[in-house]
């Protein structure tokens, strides 16, 4: 059976329908409002109607307001620029005014303020035409003017969209905001010595006042002799001390103590003498913060590289290649190991200023947004200090090259003398220093003289005449050889013919050295012992050169013989009566008819 609606039943049906989703409209339109500002019943109720002057419409104007009237000291109009809600109605002229004077001033000191950054738009939507902006396009009813610190505290200045009923809305620093006034006046406000400048040096000149541009070179010139007066007295304690690490160390710290000392009685300054506008007062801070940090990160470095020579000087000493193979190996991981440490000291420092400067917080959407522009130009700009970086762990990981190892680098011999970040410094056999990018160092072709042990195989190559008489030789290179501090294992002495010509042989003796440079004097010292030896004992061993006198052949004996000779005048067969002399019988060496 089927039920009939009554047009009654869908009237009310429709009607309440209509009701629900008129509700709902109203409901998301407040929420939309909501958003867009504060609804108040009242505001500053006993500061009466604001002045005409007073503009208060967008972020921007109403802080450009509210700055240029404390400025002018119209403090009575520039407290319409407040949200007082939270004063009675009886004080809110008073004590605003006194509200407005103080946080002009906090502004001023505390932060540096670009007036220009707040929105320009009634409603603060974020404006982004590239549309990166996770906020683009919507209403904002609080934003953030600046962030102080005060009593281990920090503390936020805030702007916000206020509407009483149907009123238009305008933008109010926050009572939230003035709340924090107090104490930010007494970190940030005027010092002693402020109080007693004279009235008509705190005119304004520019983006400072009078007194500040005869301040600051004074406050620069004060610092600047405490700096140099901690870098004489450390260099005078440096010489005091004995030599070894702990000069070392204290005569590398004398301008990062020279910097801390700077920083800390600048601070000092700043915080109990001197108060400048908010300009020179961020300036100077984040200055500071960075020359502490590059300080104490410095004298760590060092203390690092005072602790790694006492340790070089007593495991290992000298560095060249007669030291052991492992010696030589862990002098090469501890200059990894400063490496990896000066690597880890700089990202803890750059963080810490960054953390310190807020650069994040201020920065923090710009550098997201231009993130991939920003690693493009560090990647192309910095490729070549990367790929040194990169190149010298890989020497220091895969340890091609030790430090005091001896290579021959492009036809020098040199010991590896140090293994730095970007380049690895070269030691050559006159005491040179050559300088060479590792990057540059690991793509070329080098020999490594000491990769396995510092024995090294040294050769003496002598020419000498074909009657040289090769036993005798090699028995007196043996004897001379074995005479030499530099040369070892005697019984891989070797001395042979290895090449003959027409007139002279070719004879090398070969000899193992202990490393190569002393093999090197070995050499020589023998070469020159074997050349006295044939000088004064055998001279006919010199090479010389040979003119043929007599045709006369040696080889067959004092009894000539009849041989077949052809001559350059006739081709007939011609009877030789040889003889010691090589004359002929009484022919003088002329023809014979057969």
Same mark, same amino acid.
């Given at each position: 059976?089927?039920?009939?609606?009554?047009?009654?039943?869908?009237l009310?049906?429709?009607?309440?329908?209509?009701t629900?989703?008129?509700?709902?409209?109203?409901?998301?339109a407040?929420?939309?409002?909501?958003?867009?500002?504060?609804s108040?019943?009242?505001? %500053?109720?006993?500061?009466?109607?604001?002045p005409e002057?007073?503009?208060?419409?967008?972020?921007?104007?109403?802080?450009?307001?509210?700055?240029?009237?404390?400025?002018?000291?119209?403090?009575?109009?520039?407290?319409?620029?407040?949200d007082?809600?939270e004063?009675?109605?009886?004080?809110?002229?008073?004590?605003?005014?006194a509200?407005?004077?103080q946080?002009?001033?906090?502004?001023?000191?505390?932060?540096?303020l670009?007036?220009s950054?707040?929105?320009?738009?009634?409603d603060?939507?974020?404006?982004?035409?590239? $549309?990166q902006?996770?906020?683009?396009?919507?209403?904002?009813?609080?934003?953030?003017?600046?962030s102080?610190?005060?009593?281990g505290?920090?503390?936020d200045?805030r702007?916000?969209?206020?509407?009483v009923?149907?009123?238009?809305?305008?933008?109010?620093?926050?009572?939230?905001?003035?709340?924090a006034?107090?104490?930010l006046?007494?970190?940030?406000?005027?010092?002693?010595?402020?109080?007693?400048?004279?009235?008509?040096l705190?005119?304004?000149?520019g983006?400072?006042?009078?007194?500040?541009?005869?301040?600051?070179?004074?406050f620069l010139?004060?610092?600047?002799l405490?700096? $140099?007066?901690?870098?004489?007295?450390?260099?005078l304690?440096?010489?005091?001390?004995?030599?070894?690490?702990?000069?070392?160390?204290i005569?590398?710290?004398?301008v990062?103590m020279?910097?801390?000392?700077?920083?800390?009685?600048?601070?000092?300054?700043?915080?109990y003498v001197?108060?400048?506008s908010?300009?020179?007062?961020?300036?100077?801070?984040?200055?500071?913060?960075?020359?502490?940090?590059?300080?104490?990160?410095?004298?760590?470095l060092?203390l690092?590289d005072?602790?790694l020579?006492?340790?070089?000087?007593?495991?290992v $000493?000298?560095?060249?290649?007669?030291?052991?193979?492992d010696?030589?190996k862990?002098l090469?991981s501890?200059?990894?190991?400063r490496r990896?440490?000066?690597?880890?000291?700089?990202?803890?420092?750059?963080?810490?200023?960054?953390g310190?400067?807020?650069?994040?917080?201020?920065? $923090?959407?710009?550098?997201?947004?231009?993130?991939?522009?920003?690693?493009?130009?560090?990647?192309i700009?910095?490729?070549?200090?990367l790929? %040194?970086?990169?190149s010298?762990?890989q020497?220091s990981?895969a340890?091609?090259?030790?430090?005091?190892?001896?290579v021959?680098f492009?036809g020098?011999?040199?010991?590896?003398?140090?293994?730095?970040h970007?380049f690895i410094r070269l030691r050559?056999?006159?005491e040179?220093?050559?300088?060479?990018?590792?990057?540059?160092f690991?793509?070329?072709p080098f020999?490594?003289?000491?990769?396995? %042990?510092?024995?090294?195989y040294?050769?003496?190559v002598?020419?000498?005449?074909?009657?040289?008489?090769?036993?005798?030789?090699?028995?007196?290179f043996?004897?001379?050889?074995?005479?030499?501090?530099?040369?070892?294992?005697?019984?891989?002495?070797?001395c042979h013919?290895?090449?003959?010509?027409e007139m002279?042989?070719?004879?090398?003796?070969y000899?193992m050295?202990?490393?190569?440079?002393?093999?090197w004097?070995?050499?020589? %010292?023998?070469r020159?012992?074997l050349?006295a030896?044939?000088?004064d004992?055998h001279?006919e061993?010199?090479?010389?050169?040979?003119?043929?006198l007599?045709?006369?052949?040696v080889?067959?004996?004092?009894?000539?013989?009849?041989?077949?000779?052809?001559?350059?005048?006739?081709?007939?067969?011609v009877?030789?009566q040889g003889?010691?002399?090589g004359?002929s019988d009484?022919?003088?060496?002329g023809?014979?008819?057969g």
């Amino acid at each position: 059976m089927m039920m009939r609606t009554s047009p009654a039943r869908l009237l009310v049906l429709i009607m309440g329908l209509a009701t629900l989703c008129l509700m709902t409209s109203q409901l998301l339109a407040q929420e939309e409002d909501g958003q867009k500002w504060i609804s108040v019943d009242a505001l %500053n109720a006993g500061l009466g109607e604001p002045p005409e002057e007073v503009m208060r419409s967008t972020p921007r104007e109403s802080l450009q307001g509210f700055l240029s009237l404390t400025e002018a000291g119209d403090y009575e109009k520039a407290v319409h620029h407040l949200d007082l809600t939270e004063l009675a109605s009886d004080e809110q002229a008073e004590r605003g005014a006194a509200l407005a004077r103080q946080l002009a001033l906090v502004l001023n000191r505390g932060d540096w303020l670009n007036v220009s950054d707040l929105p320009a738009r009634q409603d603060a939507a974020v404006e982004d035409p590239s $549309g990166q902006h996770p906020l683009v396009g919507q209403p904002r009813r609080n934003i953030k003017i600046s962030s102080l610190d005060a009593q281990g505290q920090t503390h936020d200045i805030r702007i916000a969209r206020y509407q009483v009923g149907e009123q238009d809305p305008v933008w109010l620093i926050t009572a939230d905001s003035l709340r924090a006034v107090p104490a930010l006046y007494e970190e940030y406000g005027p010092s002693w010595l402020e109080d007693h400048i004279p009235q008509h040096l705190k005119a304004s000149l520019g983006v400072l006042m009078v007194w500040e541009w005869l301040a600051i070179p004074i406050f620069l010139l004060v610092t600047g002799l405490v700096g $140099g007066g901690v870098h004489r007295c450390v260099g005078l304690l440096a010489g005091w001390v004995p030599f070894g690490a702990a000069r070392t160390f204290i005569s590398g710290i004398r301008v990062p103590m020279a910097c801390i000392a700077m920083a800390l009685v600048a601070q000092t300054l700043l915080d109990y003498v001197v108060s400048f506008s908010g300009v020179v007062t961020s300036t100077f801070r984040v200055a500071l913060i960075i020359i502490m940090a590059w300080g104490v990160g410095l004298m760590a470095l060092r203390l690092l590289d005072s602790f790694l020579l006492s340790m070089t000087q007593r495991l290992v $000493g000298d560095v060249d290649d007669t030291k052991h193979r492992d010696q030589r190996k862990l002098l090469t991981s501890l200059y990894a190991l400063r490496r990896g440490i000066i690597l880890i000291t700089v990202v803890a420092v750059a963080v810490y200023v960054l953390g310190q400067t807020n650069v994040f917080g201020t920065l $923090g959407m710009t550098l997201l947004a231009s993130a991939s522009v920003l690693t493009v130009l560090v990647g192309i700009a910095g490729q070549a200090v990367l790929g %040194n970086i990169l190149s010298s762990f890989q020497v220091s990981l895969a340890k091609p090259v030790r430090i005091g190892d001896l290579v021959v680098f492009e036809g020098q011999w040199c010991h590896v003398e140090g293994i730095f970040h970007t380049f690895i410094r070269l030691r050559s056999w006159d005491e040179r220093r050559l300088v060479v990018p590792i990057k540059y160092f690991v793509s070329k072709p080098f020999e490594n003289l000491s990769a396995k %042990n510092a024995k090294l195989y040294r050769q003496v190559v002598m020419t000498l005449h074909l009657s040289t008489d090769v036993a005798l030789l090699r028995q007196t290179f043996i004897d001379i050889a074995e005479a030499e501090d530099a040369v070892i294992e005697p019984e891989k002495l070797e001395c042979h013919v290895t090449g003959q010509r027409e007139m002279a042989l070719e004879i090398s003796c070969y000899m193992m050295t202990r490393e190569p440079m002393g093999g090197w004097v070995a050499e020589n %010292n023998v070469r020159e012992k074997l050349l006295a030896f044939i000088r004064d004992q055998h001279p006919e061993w010199w090479p010389r050169e040979v003119t043929v006198l007599s045709h006369h052949d040696v080889t067959i004996g004092e009894e000539g013989s009849c041989r077949h000779v052809t001559t350059p005048a006739t081709s007939h067969p011609v009877k030789k009566q040889g003889s010691v002399g090589g004359e002929s019988d009484g022919s003088g060496g002329g023809e014979a008819s057969g």
